[in-house]
């Protein structure tokens, strides 16, 4: 099963709530954080296919809350954009 995007950003929102990547569960159900995903690096697929497009349809953001160490290092540290192969 390959990477969906189960979520719809609204163009006028100003706060972004970043967590860790979706595991098979979020994939199956389409309800962002409903599974225990754990602390784990998102599939090269998600990030690779999503992150860049998200972030481009939100230009409004003014404060975003970041969750999880893989997500901490993409948003804050950009030379550790860590991702599983």
């Not at 972030?55 to 003014?62: D, F, G, K, P, T």
């Not at 969750?67 to 599983?84: C, F, M, N, Q």
Request: hydrophobic share 40%; glycine share 8%; aromatic share 8%.
């Amino acid at each position: 099963m390959g990477p969906d995007r189960f979520f719809k950003p609204h163009p006028s929102a100003q706060i972004l709530v970043v967590g860790q990547a979706p595991g098979t569960a979020v994939h199956k159900s389409g309800i962002p954080f409903n599974d225990p995903s754990g602390d784990l690096a998102p599939r090269a697929q998600c990030a690779d296919l999503w992150q860049e497009r998200l972030l481009a349809e939100l230009r409004n953001i003014e404060l975003t809350i970041v969750i999880g160490r893989y997500a901490l290092d993409w948003h804050l540290v950009p030379e550790k954009k860590s991702t599983r192969n």
